[in-house]
């Protein structure tokens, strides 16, 4: 009996151990940076479980604060899927083989602008107002909080350390709205979706803001896979994404994110961000032929 109780324990140990690693292997590492609003965490989250509860996993959410550590997450299949800008998905395509799924679709279109806003008050009605100002990006990875306004100050022969008496980075769209409009400084460039959702959930906030520059429209921030992620898997993501909209669960969701569905897109439909950087780091290889590159100008 002594014998036979030792085997069932050992039985029963073997049995939990492989269960906990079965469960492990079922987990779903879902990646999330400022590109969701972050006055919205408890929904985003309610957005991930959905699509976990959608593909038949449990999901482990990931918060990151800058875009290069979701990267570097993604890089090392430490996460399976993460909501990332159009620029990092750009770099990390290249450099790893970072796989698009799917696009947000905004307002009818998968597309968003790079917005410039100042505080309400403000006499400025361009960015060529705020030379000489304390100006404040996202990410130094982001697309419409870094990328678009640099390729904007390269098209009037600036970079940022010329033309703006300092910048900083809030590493968040909503941080930036919020410091514009407490006028902790004097422009930033936002993501026009962060600002528009602001604009209808915190009219208080975007209130004491004005949008006095819209860009051209690019690439939505895209939801991505890591490299080599399982095929069948892949495509049950994309389901699931795909097919929200018409679930009712899934579409209540998607109502309170302001976003009317998720759909699939090309890599093409990220070359205007591709062109935007190549673009910059010519001209500014150029300007380093010049005169001396300029030091960052840091805050005191």
């Not at 591709?274 to 500014?284: A, H, N, V």
């Amino acid at each position: 009996m002594y014998r036979g109780a030792i085997f069932l324990w050992f039985f029963l140990y073997f049995i939990l151990l492989s269960s906990g690693r079965l469960m492990a292997q079922e987990t779903l590492f879902i990646g999330i940076t400022g590109v969701l609003v972050e006055h919205n965490r408890t929904l985003n989250e309610e957005m991930m479980t959905y699509i976990g509860r959608q593909v038949g996993r449990r999901t482990e959410i990931i918060h990151r604060k800058s875009y290069q550590e979701m990267s570097d997450l993604l890089g090392r299949g430490q996460v399976d899927v993460a909501f990332v800008c159009g620029l990092p998905y750009v770099i990390d395509k290249e450099k790893f083989g970072e796989e698009l799924l799917v696009s947000p679709v905004f307002q009818g279109k998968p597309l968003y602008q790079s917005y410039v806003i100042v505080p309400k008050d403000s006499p400025a009605r361009s960015l060529e107002d705020l030379r000489g100002k304390l100006y404040a990006f996202s990410d130094p990875l982001s697309n419409s909080g870094k990328l678009v306004p640099t390729y904007r100050l390269a098209m009037i022969g600036e970079t940022p350390e010329s033309f703006f008496r300092r910048y900083i980075f809030t590493y968040s769209h909503s941080a930036n709205v919020e410091a514009v409009a407490v006028k902790l400084v004097d422009g930033a460039s936002v993501d026009s979706y962060i600002w528009e959702y602001l604009n209808l959930v915190h009219p208080d906030l975007t209130g004491r803001t004005k949008v006095i520059e819209k860009s051209p429209y690019y690439g939505m921030t895209p939801v991505v896979v890591r490299p080599g992620i399982d095929a069948e898997l892949k495509q049950k993501l994309r389901h699931a994404f795909v097919q929200m909209h018409h679930d009712p669960v899934g579409a209540a969701i998607l109502k309170k994110l302001l976003i009317d569905r998720f759909e699939e897109v090309s890599d093409s439909h990220y070359q205007s961000i591709r062109e935007m950087r190549e673009f910059i780091e010519t001209f500014q290889a150029k300007r380093r032929q010049i005169t001396p590159l300029t030091a960052h100008r840091k805050e005191p």
